[in-house]
């Protein structure tokens, strides 16, 4: 089997979660390469469901081992909870569950300081997750935040150097934000108790994924959020601060390119953003509303409303060209069922003139007018559908329509959240 990498290939929340989930199967790893506890991925099989944050989404399979890779930024005390509660549900998963010791650790006062720093911004404000992201890859980058390999410190150190930590965010939150500071004896020692429980898991990722540079171990390498919110390539600064695409499945693992085999992209049949930032294919009324509420469009991280629109053909064909995809897989089709007539915006215009690509500068998106080309829904259940040739006929072209306009094969259609309701294709959908 070949390794496979997973990207979002638009705004987030595309069902990556469930795709990686009904791939990992077989595969000896699932590694998350970026990202923190910003990401929500649901997994439902039959009347279970599960939100994973932090831990990969392979790990409800017994047999995968996951690594939380070390282009991670890794709240701990999210991980301790999530990891009980997988075992609360009787999921074994400590043995299995492995921490790159390069990972960035992201403390209490970064989710204080991503609330004060949005507060801040005020009608600019960019919607984060309050999950303290862009505070903690702000660190990382400044090159004054702890890792996760800090856990392994004698108890003594680690509590001194976490002190001096919290008394430094202290400084900023009094004299920047005029902010109450955090406790900081409280913190460092609650931090010292969560290491004995997490650092038993801290590993050297270039030592565990030895077999699968050698070829004789298999890794699925897992993206969070999307493309789209890449922090290069996305739609800045209404992004996240982390690389989603392509090139953070590099430096977020310690895989070399030639260990990456597959390069699956992954859709909804429509649109969707939680957050601010430029959306042209927005839908603001009761068609929006209508998507949301068949696609249950409500955030797995925060609970908040998703925007919904239209398929975004200019946005996915730049997705598919910046990641290199080979494969593409369609998500929700399910949730179109109902309509009687779907769009896709197949170009854009600016002040009246084709724009020849997706812009690259956040200036020009939101002067953007979406050109749309119209297809006849299928207006027939394809929940039950587990072939191609099962699909409503204006379902395919609609597949076959998307297809052609990616320049890459569907490899598989997803019409259902359950793991089962797949339809797989190594083929394509174009007959
Ligand atoms: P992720 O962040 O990309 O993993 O996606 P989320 O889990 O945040 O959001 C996707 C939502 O859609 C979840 O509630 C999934 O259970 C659900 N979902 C995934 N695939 C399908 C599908 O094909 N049809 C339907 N109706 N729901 C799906
Ligand atoms: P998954 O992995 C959708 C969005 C936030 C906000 C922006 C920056 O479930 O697809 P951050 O907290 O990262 O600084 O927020 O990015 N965002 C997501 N949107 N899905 C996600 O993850 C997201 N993670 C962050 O809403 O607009
Ligand atoms: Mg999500």
Redesign the pocket.
Known sequence: MENRVVI?GQ????G??KIVDTLSRDVDWVLRFQ?GA????TIHIGSEKHVLHLVPSGVLHEGVKCLLGGGMVIDPWSLRDEILALEQRGIKVRDRIFIAANAALLMPYHKRL?ELKEEGRKRKS??????G??PAYLDKIQRTGMRLGDLQLPAENLERKAIEMILSANELLSTHYDAEPLPSRVLAEELVVLAQFIAPMVVNPYEVLKGVRQGTETVLLE????TL?DIDHGTYP????SNSTIGGALTGSSLAPRSLGEINGIFKAYLT?????PFPTELLGDQGEALREAGGEY????G?ARRCGWFDMVAARYSADINGLTGAIITKMDVLDSMPSIQVATSYEVDGEPLPCYPVDGNILPRCRPVYREFKGWEKPTTECRRLTDLPANARKYLEFLEAELGTLIVGVSVGKDREQMIWTNTGVTT
Do not use: C, F, M, P
């Open positions: 979002g705004w987030g929340d595309e990556k979660g990202g910003n990401a929500g991925h991503d960019i919607g984060t997750t309050g999950r992201i862009g993206g969070a959020q999307g919110l209404y992004v996240t601060s953003r939680v957050g601010n930032g955030g797995a991280t925060t908040r």
